[in-house]
C-alpha cells in the first residue's frame, strides 16, 4: 500500500508516538500498521466499526479509506489531544525517551491484514442508475472503447468523478456493489463496505469458457483487453484469492498478466502455486523488452505479442521475472 503524504526531514519515533495514544490496532501488513480510525466518528457521526484506517510506521502518514481522513503524524497529535500544530510537534518531541518494547511487541504480535468482509448486501441494478456513461475524455486517458465499456458494465460518477466497476455474483451475476476509482489521485472506494469483491472478480459475467482467459490486478485493463478482444478479468488489484482462482478454472487456459512490478510478481507467483493445486493451465504475460508497468500503459501492437508469446508456468520464476 502506498501512503502519498511526506514528513518533515526529521526522524520521528512513530512507535513511541502510538503508544502514547494508546490506538485500538488490529493488523498489519509490512510496516503498515491497521486500525480503528480515531477520527471517524467525528467525521462521520458514527462510531467505525471496520477497520479502514491505515498508518506508516516509519513514516506516520496516515490515510482513512472510508472516511478520508488524513495526515501525518503531527496533524494526528493535534487531532487526537485538541491542541495546536505547534503544541503536537512539542508532544511528539516529548515522546522521545519512552520506551518502546511494549508497542513493537503489540504490532510484531498483530495478525497479518486480512479484509474484513460482510455477507453481500441485497442490491437492485437500479442502484446504479444514478451514474452515466464515461465521458469520452476519461475513455481516450485509458485507450477504452464505447463497446467495451458497455459490455463490462462499467459507469461513471460525475460527482466524484469516479469510475464505478461493478462487483457480481460468480454464479448468477446479481449486483452485490461496485467498486469506486477515482479519475485523478489514488482514490478507491467499495459500496458497501465490505462486499465480498475477494468472492468473485471483475468481468464474470463476460468470461468465456471456451477462450483463454486473461487475469489483471486493474479493472480498467481488463476493459482495455475486452475491446482488444480478448476474454479478461480482474482480481480487483488484489492478491488472487482461492475463490477468484476457483472461478479463473472455467476457461480452458489462463495467462496472469498482474502488474510489471514486485507486487505483480509476488502475485504471480501465488498464482503459480493455485494453478499446480487446482490444475489450472497458465501461463505469464510477457513484459520482456517492455518497459511500462501493466497493459493499460502499453500499445496495442506490444499487447498482442505479449500475449502471443505467454511464457508456460513450467519455466518457473524465468516465465514472470
Known amino acids: 500500500m502506498c501512503l502519498l503524504f511526506e514528513l518533515e526531514p526529521h526522524v520521528i519515533d512513530v512507535e513511541r508516538v ?3 495514544l494508546d490506538l485500538p ?4 501488513r509490512g510496516i503498515e500498521v491497521n486500525g480503528l480510525c480515531p477520527m471517524h466518528k467525528k467525521r462521520t457521526g458514527k462510531e467505525d466499526h471496520n477497520p479502514s484506517w491505515w ?4 513514516t506516520g502518514a496516515h490515510i482513512c ?7 501525518n503524524i503531527y496533524t494526528l497529535v493535534a487531532d487526537i489531544k485538541g491542541i495546536d500544530y505547534h503544541e503536537a510537534r512539542e508532544y511528539v518531541n516529548d515522546k522521545e525517551d519512552m520506551p518502546i518494547d511494549a508497542l513493537m511487541k503489540r504490532i510484531k504480535e498483530l495478525p497479518e491484514y486480512i479484509q474484513a468482509e460482510a455477507h453481500p448486501i441485497g442490491m437492485s441494478e437500479a442502484r446504479l442508475a444514478v451514474y452515466v456513461a464515461p465521458p469520452k475524455i476519461e475513455l481516450r486517458k485509458r485507450f477504452l472503447t464505447v463497446a467495451a465499456v458497455e459490455m463490462c458494465g462499467v459507469l461513471w460518477d460525475e460527482k466524484n468523478a ?9 454464479d448468477d451475476f446479481s449486483l452485490w456493489g461496485w467498486q469506486e476509482k477515482g479519475a485523478r489521485g489514488r482514490f478507491f472506494r467499495n459500496q458497501p463496505q465490505g462486499v465480498k469483491k475477494s468472492k468473485t472478480v471483475f468481468n464474470v459475467q463476460i ?3 471456451d477462450a483463454p482467459l486473461i487475469v489483471v490486478e486493474s479493472p480498467l485493463d481488463a476493459v482495455r483487453l475486452v475491446g482488444l478482444g480478448y476474454s479478461a478479468i480482474s482480481t480487483y488489484g488484489a492478491m488472487p484469492s482461492v475463490e477468484q482462482v476457483k472461478i479463473m478454472r472455467r476457461a480452458p487456459r489462463v495467462i496472469a498478466a498482474f502488474d510489471n512490478d514486485g507486487a505483480g510478481q509476488k502475485a504471480s507467483e501465488e498464482m503459480r502455486g493455485h494453478a499446480r493445486k487446482y490444475g489450472i493451465e497458465l501461463s505469464y504475460f510477457n513484459y ?14 506490444d499487447i498482442h505479442k505479449s500475449i502471443e508469446s505467454a511464457r508456460d508456468m513450467i519455466y518457473g520464476k524465468a516465465a514472470y521475472l
Open 65 to 71: 479509506f472510508s472516511c478520508g481522513y488524513k495526515g
Open 162 to 170: 469516479a469510475w464505478i466497476l461493478p462487483i457480481r455474483d460468480p
Open 207 to 209: 468470461l468465456k469458457e
Open 55 to 58: 498508518i506508516n510506521s516509519e
Open 25 to 28: 490496532l488490529y493488523a498489519q
Open 288 to 301: 520482456t523488452g517492455i518497459d511500462v508497468k501493466d497493459v493499460g500503459d502499453m500499445i496495442e501492437s
Open 18 to 20: 502510538l503508544l502514547s
